[in-house]
């Protein structure tokens, strides 16, 4: 009996408890029920008129770079057209310094005639001095004796005197006129050397309006980069919040239905949904542009400025690092770039342009997945730009040649692993760009650190154990045929910072090689 009891006010609090729950479900359902379609409107309006101001910026952002290579082309021409100007003033400048150089040659051929003059005339004083002196020492008797041949040498010494003075007067006159001559000769050269000096072509008004112009819409164009990124970052986070009120809207909307039956399971998503992450974009692009960045420099976008301006030629530009496609976080080598690359190529179609462009590491992955991975697969590189290539350990010695494993790093202290270092080369074959890239754009310096084989020669040692200056390796590479290449060194006078130097110099070259295989 006690037991039916207790069963019985267990079950009426059970069903008081579910009351109260169920009555605090609904409290808290009212209270989420924040969201309305004013509101999603609302954010809609934002994000669309968001998007707006972030297509109207990137358009005069491209605008602007249009304008600014168009800018930079104009100076070059004109720069050129102007030293053609200057080829007769360079010659008359040439011709002026020749002749500033026979003056003074003349010059000195009257100073030494003017000389020899004074030499004569020291001599001849010299000789009356002494006759007088040894007249002064005679006795009086022996002085009236010898008084007129002593006053007759006296006299013939005086008279060479004067001609000697008489030969050195239109001398001195000639000096003075070659002098004057020589000022003006190096007043006229110093005249002229500002029409052919290089420094001061910039200061001719026709080029110099075009620099004050670029310079304008460079800072314009730096300002809408800013004003872009604030843009992008407010876009972002107000598409976050619209689609954080539409997921709360369908929720309560999906509250409110109460459906008959429990929703079924989400099925799996299909395989291709895995590749979706390679975030090839929707559609299909006519090229496709990867810029990949190495160790010292993560985000040479930074840089280049390629994006907007690739994309306006519809292409589609994907960005990565050199040992990977998540902003530089991966193995310590390329080969997980490498591969991931595979895959992207795979999605991408056949008739689509591959264009390849990296900086350091990153130049050395460019090789690798344009010669082994495209290669491999098929498929053409159209065009494959490198910027200071190196390989692992950072040498550029390990992506130039094919080694046999790494070679190490010259030590300008030991002489034992500068030899390791050359023996690593010689031992090793150059790399082959392979024919499966049309073009093969190369540039490199060799003056600072960047690759930490950078110096132009090592101490090592010879056969014999003699220490002798060996050069490192070079950032040439082979070609195949079938393959166009331009490769060369670029020389910044040994610019610790010349790596740098070398990617912001080619950010103004590389859109110009790069309209022929984006149209």
């Given at each position: 009996m006690a037991s039916l009891t207790f069963h019985k006010l267990s079950i009426c609090y059970t069903k008081a408890h579910l009351h109260w729950l169920a009555?605090?479900?609904?409290?808290?359902?009212?209270?989420?029920?924040?969201?309305?379609?004013?509101?999603?409107?609302?954010?809609?309006?934002?994000?669309?008129?968001?998007?707006?101001?972030?297509?109207?910026?990137?358009?005069?952002?491209?605008s602007l770079e249009k304008s600014l290579w168009s800018l930079d082309k104009q100076i070059l021409d004109k720069r050129k057209t102007i030293r053609e100007e200057r080829t007769s003033e360079r010659k008359l400048f040439h011709e002026a310094k020749r002749d500033l150089k026979r003056q003074s040659f003349e010059i000195e051929r009257i100073e030494k005639d003017i000389s020899l003059v004074d030499f004569d005339i020291d001599i001849v004083q010299r000789d009356k001095d002494r006759d007088q002196q040894r007249h002064a020492d005679l006795n009086v008797l022996k002085q009236r004796l010898a008084q007129s041949d002593y006053e007759s040498r006296q006299k013939d010494y005086q008279t060479q005197i004067l001609a000697l003075q008489k030969k050195k007067a239109p001398l001195q006159a000639e000096l003075e006129k070659a002098k004057a001559k020589l000022a003006e000769l190096e007043s006229l050269l110093e005249a002229q050397k500002g029409e052919v000096d290089e420094s001061s072509l910039d200061n001719d008004p026709r080029i110099a309006s075009l620099i004050s112009k670029r310079d304008s819409t460079a800072t314009q164009l730096s300002s809408l980069r800013a004003g872009l990124k604030t843009k992008q970052a407010k876009l972002s986070q107000e598409t976050?919040?619209?689609?954080?009120?539409?997921?709360?809207?369908?929720?309560?909307?999906?509250?409110?239905q109460k459906p008959k039956q429990a929703a079924a399971e989400p099925k799996p998503a299909p395989k291709a949904a895995a590749k979706a992450n390679l975030d090839l974009g929707t559609g299909e692009h006519a090229s496709y542009v990867f810029v990949i960045s190495g160790d010292q420099e993560p985000n040479i976008e930074n840089t280049l400025h390629l994006k907007s301006w690739v994309e306006s030629y519809g292409a589609k530009f994907i960005e990565a690092n050199w040992n990977g496609?998540?902003?530089?976080?991966?193995?310590?080598?390329?080969?997980?770039?490498?591969?991931?690359?595979r895959e992207y190529i795979r999605q991408i179609p056949k008739d689509a342009k591959l264009i390849l462009i990296g900086h350091g590491l990153g130049g050395g992955s460019a090789i690798e997945a344009a010669?082994?991975?495209?290669?491999?697969?098929?498929?053409?590189?159209?065009?494959?730009?490198?910027?200071?290539?190196?390989?692992?350990?950072?040498?550029?010695?390990?992506?130039?040649?094919?080694?046999?494993?790494?070679?190490?790093?010259?030590?300008?202290?030991?002489t034992i692993t500068n030899t390791e270092y050359v023996a690593c080369i010689k031992s090793s074959k150059k790399r082959m760009i392979t024919s499966n890239i049309k073009f093969f754009y190369n540039r490199w310096q060799k003056d600072a650190k960047g690759p930490l084989d950078y110096q132009r020669q090592i101490s090592s040692l010879?056969?014999?154990?003699?220490?002798?200056?060996?050069?490192?390796?070079?950032?040439?590479?082979?070609?195949?045929?079938?393959?166009?290449?331009?490769?060369?060194?670029?020389?910044?006078?040994?610019?610790?910072?010349?790596?740098?130097?070398?990617?912001?110099?080619?950010a103004k070259v590389l859109p110009k090689l790069l309209v022929q295989h984006l149209r």
């Open positions: 009555l605090f479900a609904c409290m808290l359902w009212g209270t989420a029920q924040a969201v309305t379609q004013t509101q999603i409107n609302t954010s809609a309006s934002t994000v669309k008129q968001l998007k707006v101001d972030v297509d109207e910026t990137e358009a005069a952002i491209s976050s919040e619209f689609n954080t009120l539409v997921a709360q809207f369908k929720r309560e909307q999906s509250a409110k496609f998540s902003n530089g976080s991966g193995p310590a080598n390329s080969f997980g770039f490498q591969e991931a690359f010669t082994r991975i495209a290669f491999s697969e098929d498929r053409t590189v159209d065009f494959l730009a490198v910027l200071d290539p190196i390989g692992s350990e950072g040498l550029r010695a390990n992506i130039v040649y094919d080694t046999k494993g790494a070679c190490t790093k010259p030590d300008p202290k030991n010879d056969a014999r154990g003699k220490v002798v200056r060996v050069p490192t390796a070079s950032g040439r590479f082979n070609i195949e045929n079938g393959t166009e290449a331009d490769q060369r060194r670029m020389y910044f006078a040994g610019d610790e910072n010349a790596h740098k130097l070398l990617l912001a110099e080619e």
